[in-house]
Structure formats: structure tokens, C-alpha cells
């Protein structure tokens, strides 16, 4: 059974930082998708970044130059280091796993509040 534990929320002030880590357990393809989804009260769950197993990774506009993903295949654990944040960055942040063929898991979620 896969799951995936997040960590790293929290209230921080406009400026700041955090990292979330996430850590896949249960047995999964090589070949894998891992991002960072975040959701917003009253507004629908967006991709923050995402990195393949063997790729770039990508990034909303919204967070391009702030935020950097990471992760560690042997691990399979991936992090979000997030500067300068912003009160807009407030949000659920979840972890996502996305596998062959089209197949996702979701983390718990981690709530990120940004104090203005």
C-alpha cells in the first residue's frame, strides 16, 4: 500500500520561509511524478511544482523564483523549500504522487499560513 506522510507546515510572516518533505512508502514504479499541490479556501487545487524521477522541474508562475523542489529517488522523499513567501501562499499544501499509468496518490495535506 503506497502512502505518502507530509511535513513542514506551519504560520510564518510574509518574507519568510519553509521547507515541506514528503516520503513515499510502499513499493512504486521508478519512473514517477512527484509534485506539490496547494488549495486555497474557496478556490480550486493548483500545482505548485512538479519533478519527474529523471527531469526538469516545473513550476507555476506564481511561485517561479521562490520556491525550488527537490528530491531524493533513493529516498523517495521530495521537498519543497519555499523563500519569500507571501500571504497569498496560504493554502493546504499536498503531496502527489503520480505513477504509470495515470495512476495518483495524495499526501494528508500540510496547512502553509503566511502572515501579512
Known amino acids: 500500500q503506497v502512502q505518502l506522510v507530509e511535513s513542514g507546515g506551519g504560520l510564518v510572516q510574509a518574507g519568510g520561509s519553509l521547507r515541506l518533505s514528503c516520503t513515499v512508502s510502499?513499493?512504486?514504479?521508478?519512473?514517477?511524478?512527484m509534485a506539490w499541490y496547494r488549495q486555497a479556501p474557496g478556490k480550486p487545487r493548483e500545482l505548485v511544482a512538479e519533478i519527474p524521477s529523471g527531469g526538469r522541474a516545473n513550476y507555476a508562475d506564481s511561485v517561479k523564483g521562490r520556491f525550488t523542489i527537490s528530491r531524493d529517488n533513493a529516498k523517495n522523499t521530495v521537498w519543497l523549500q519555499m523563500n519569500s513567501l507571501k500571504p497569498e501562499d496560504t493554502a493546504v499544501y499536498y503531496c502527489?504522487?503520480?505513477?504509470?499509468?495515470?495512476?495518483?496518490?495524495w499526501g494528508q495535506g500540510t496547512q502553509v499560513t503566511v502572515s501579512s
Open positions: 502527489n504522487l503520480l505513477v504509470p499509468i495515470n495512476l495518483r496518490y
Open positions: 510502499g513499493s512504486i514504479s521508478s519512473s514517477n511524478v
